[in-house]
C-alpha cells in the first residue's frame, strides 16, 4: 500500500503481527499522523525501503514471527544511520531484561501493554518532537559551520588581496596557492603516513596559506614593484617579509596568538622560503625541522610562479615546472613533497584550469556534522552509564 | 445484555476497558474485532503440530491482546501458558493449561458473539 504524503501530517510505521493491536494503535494516532503497517520484522523493513523511507516514527512489537523486533532493530542499526527514524517499542513482554536489551538496541521508549492510549500518544508525540528538533538543530549546526567557513575564508581573502595589490602581483596567485596547499594535504596522504594530519589541521593549513606574504606590507613600495632586478641590498629587504609576517601575528592579542589559525600562518610566514638543505632564509631551517604547512606552501609558491605568466617570463607548462622543481634549478624540496607533485600531474591541470572560488563542499560539511553528531552520541552514551 | 454484563460474565475487567479506552464504542469495535483474532487458532494449531515456538509467539499475542482488552481472566491463563512455552521445553502443564486457556477463551467468545447478536 503506497501513499503519498500530500498533508504535512508525519507518517508512523506501525509493526505488529496482530491486526487487533494495530487497530487499537491506530485507532488512537490516526486522527494525527499519517499510519502504515507492517505484520513482522521483515514486511517492515520492505516497506522501509519503499513507501516508509519518509517514516517520521516506528511502533514496534518483540514478539512476532518471521523477524521479531531485536532482530528489526539489529537489521535496522545496520541498515541506516542509527538516528535516523527513532523507533518505541510496545511489548506485553515487560521483563526488565527485555526492556534493556531493547534500549541497547537503540529504542527510542519502550511501552508496556496494555497501555493507556492517551499516554502512548503523549510519548509518541513526545518522542516525534524530540527527533524533528534534533534533525533541527543538525541542520542549524551545518549552516552556521558553513557560514563560519565563508566568513573566515572571506577575511582571509580580502587580507591577501590587499597585500596582493599593492605588490602588484597577479590576481589568481593566491588562489592557485591555497589550491595547491589543499591538493597536497589532500594526496600526501595516500604517499606517506608520516605526516598524520586531522581534518581540521588540514583546512587551516589551506586557508593560511593565503597568507603567506603578508609580511610584503612591511616592505617599502619602491623595492617591491621595482621592475629591474633588486641590488643585493634590496634583496636583503626583500627577504624580510617572512620574519616582518611572523612579527605582525605575533604582536596579535594574547587570545588571537593562541588560536590555531594564528599559529599555522605564523610558521607560514616565517619559513615558507626555508629550503629542505638548510640553504634558505631567514633561520636556515633543514628538513623537517620546516614545519609541514611551510614546506608545502615553499613548494606551491614556486610551482605556481613557474607554471604562471610573468612580465618577464612566459609560463611554463606543467611538465617543464615539474623538471626545473626536480632537477633543484628551483630551491630544495621534500622529496616526498615531489613525489607527490609529481603524482598529482592530471589533477592539478585540471584544478588550476577553473579558477573559482575555495569553498567548503556540500560533502566537507557534512563530514563536519557527522563528525559532531558523534562526537554527541559518544557523550549521551557516556552519560548513560 | 449490556457491555459490563458481557464482561462480568466472561472474567473481564468492564471499568478498567472503558477507563482505558475512554467510550463503549470502541471497546465493542475491538472485542468484534477479537473474534476475528488468529492467536488462539494459531495456538491450538501449533500445539497440534508440537509447534513449540509457533505456540509461544501465538500464546504471546493472545496475551497481550487480553492485556489491552481487560479480559481478566483470558489474559492470567494465557500469560502462565506463555511462561511455560518460554524456551519452547515441553512439560506436562502444558496441555492442562491450554484446556484453562480454551475454555476461557470459548467463554469470552461466547458472550462476546451474544452481545454483538443482542445489539
Not at chain 1, 175 to 192: E, N, S
Not at chain 1, 358 to 373: D, M, Q, S, V
Not at chain 2, 10 to 32: H, M, P, S, W
Request: net charge neutral; proline share 3%; glycine share 4%.
Amino acid at each position: 500500500m503506497t501513499t503519498v504524503n500530500v498533508s504535512n501530517k508525519q507518517k508512523i510505521l506501525i509493526v505488529d503481527d496482530s491486526e487487533l493491536n494495530r487497530a487499537i494503535l491506530k485507532d488512537i494516532l490516526n486522527d494525527q499522523f499519517l499510519i502504515e503497517e507492517a505484520e513482522n520484522g521483515k514486511e517492515a523493513l520492505l516497506l522501509l525501503d519503499k513507501s516508509c523511507k519518509d517514516a517520521d516514527l516506528i511502533l514496534l512489537d518483540i514478539v512476532m514471527p518471521h523477524m521479531d523486533g531485536f532482530a528489526f532493530m539489529r537489521r535496522l542499526r545496520r541498515k541506516r544511520r542509527q538516528n535516523s527514524v527513532p523507533v518505541i517499542m510496545i511489548s506485553a513482554e515487560n521483563m526488565p531484561s527485555a526492556v534493556v536489551q531493547a534500549f541497547d538496541l537503540g529504542v527510542s521508549d519502550f511501552i508496556s501493554r496494555p497501555f493507556d492510549p492517551e499516554i502512548v500518544r503523549r510519548r509518541v508525540l513526545n518522542t516525534i518532537m524530540l527527533y524533528a528538533k534534533q534533525k533541527q538543530l543538525l541542520r542549524m549546526v551545518l549552516e552556521q559551520v558553513y557560514e563560519k567557513e565563508q566568513q573566515s575564508g572571506l577575511m582571509v581573502s580580502m587580507l591577501s588581496h590587499i597585500v596582493e595589490f599593492r605588490n602588484g602581483e597577479s590576481g589568481p596567485h593566491i588562489l592557485h596557492i591555497q589550491k595547491i596547499t589543499d591538493l597536497f594535504l589532500k594526496y600526501l596522504p595516500q604517499i606517506t603516513d608520516k605526516y598524520p594530519l586531522s581534518r581540521e589541521e588540514s583546512a587551516l593549513i589551506g586557508l593560511a596559506s593565503a597568507l603567506h606574504d603578508i609580511g610584503k606590507i612591511a616592505i617599502p613600495g619602491d623595492i617591491l614593484n621595482k621592475p629591474g632586478r633588486l641590488t643585493d641590498e634590496e634583496y636583503k629587504t626583500m627577504k624580510t617579509h617572512t620574519v616582518a609576517g611572523a612579527q605582525i601575528l605575533k604582536q596579535l592579542d594574547k587570545i588571537h596568538q593562541q588560536a590555531k589559525l594564528t599559529q599555522v600562518s605564523y610558521q607560514i610566514c616565517r619559513w615558507h622560503h626555508e629550503r629542505w638543505d638548510g640553504k634558505g632564509y631567514p633561520d636556515g631551517l633543514k628538513g623537517d625541522d620546516i614545519p609541514l604547512s611551510a614546506q608545502i606552501v615553499a613548494l606551491a609558491d614556486v610551482y605556481d610562479a613557474l607554471t604562471s605568466q610573468r612580465v618577464y617570463k612566459p609560463a611554463f607548462s606543467h611538465e617543464k615546472a615539474v623538471q626545473m622543481i626536480t632537477e633543484g634549478q628551483c630551491g630544495a624540496f621534500n622529496p616526498l613533497l615531489l613525489e607527490c607533485l609529481v603524482q598529482m600531474e592530471a589533477v592539478l591541470k585540471k584544478e588550476l584550469q577553473h579558477s573559482s572560488v575555495r569553498k567548503t563542499g556540500r560533502r566537507e560539511r557534512n563530514l563536519i556534522a557527522a563528525h559532531i553528531l558523534n562526537k554527541m552520541n559518544v557523550e549521551s552514551q557516556r552519560s548513560e552509564k | 445484555m449490556t457491555l459490563k454484563e458481557c464482561y462480568d460474565a466472561f472474567g473481564g475487567d468492564y471499568a478498567e476497558v472503558t477507563a482505558r479506552l475512554r467510550n463503549e464504542e470502541r471497546v465493542i469495535k475491538f472485542i468484534g474485532m477479537f473474534l476475528k483474532d488468529e492467536s488462539f487458532a494459531n495456538l491450538e494449531k501449533a500445539l497440534k503440530e508440537n509447534n513449540l515456538p509457533e505456540a509461544f509467539r501465538a500464546a504471546h499475542t493472545l496475551k497481550g491482546i487480553c492485556g489491552n482488552l481487560s479480559f481478566t481472566r483470558l489474559h492470567r491463563s494465557s500469560h502462565g501458558l506463555t511462561e511455560l512455552l518460554r524456551g519452547a521445553k515441553f512439560s506436562a502443564e502444558i496441555p492442562l493449561l491450554f484446556d484453562v486457556v480454551k475454555k476461557d477463551y470459548e467463554l469470552a467468545k461466547e458472550n462476546i458473539q451474544n452481545l454483538l447478536r443482542s445489539m
